[in-house]
């Protein structure tokens, strides 16, 4: 079972002004695919407390790591420069599917810089902030989590 960690970034839902829709979406979307969600934080768009809650998460044993937010081109969207401050390595497979599977919904994806990247032992998913956004995109790279997991956990694998 993938023990998971859900990241929240939004400037609004982490003072309170709105309810955050999309750490709930992609937990019960963690849950359908068998997934133990081991914890959820909602941090603002900024640099350092995204790294803080990643780094915390992977200390506390989550092998994938699922961020919703700050993935757009806005002048507070930093998740990616978060990310790639602290990765071991990007994989960029992910975020091109991604992108090349929305395009199909909607043309504003080609503006999208979702990614995934290794964070220590942790596989990193960065998702659009919509929730159904975030939840069509993990089901584009879904056949590929399970692996990349275990490749991040260092645990042997048959492939």
């Not at 603002?44 to 809650?53: E, G, S």
Request: glycine share 12%; charged share 15%; hydrophobic share 45%.
């Amino acid at each position: 079972m993938i023990q998971t960690g859900i990241i929240t970034i939004s400037d609004r839902a982490s003072q309170g002004v709105y309810e955050d829709f999309g750490g709930p979406a992609l937990r019960a979307a963690a849950q359908g695919h068998g997934w133990q969600v081991h914890a959820e934080v909602i941090v603002p768009d900024d640099l350092k407390a995204i790294q803080t809650a990643v780094q915390s998460l992977e200390s506390q044993g989550c092998g994938l790591i699922l961020t919703t937010g700050g993935t757009g081109i806005a002048e507070r969207d930093v998740t990616p420069e978060a990310i790639r401050g602290i990765m071991k390595v990007e994989l960029p497979g992910f975020g091109e599917v991604m992108r090349m599977r929305s395009l199909e919904i909607t043309p504003n994806a080609i503006l999208s810089r979702c990614l995934a990247a290794v964070v220590g032992r942790s596989l990193v998913v960065a998702l659009p902030g919509k929730p159904q956004g975030a939840v069509e995109c993990l089901g584009f790279v879904l056949g590929a989590i399970p692996h990349a997991v275990k490749l991040a956990q260092r645990v042997p694998t048959s492939c």
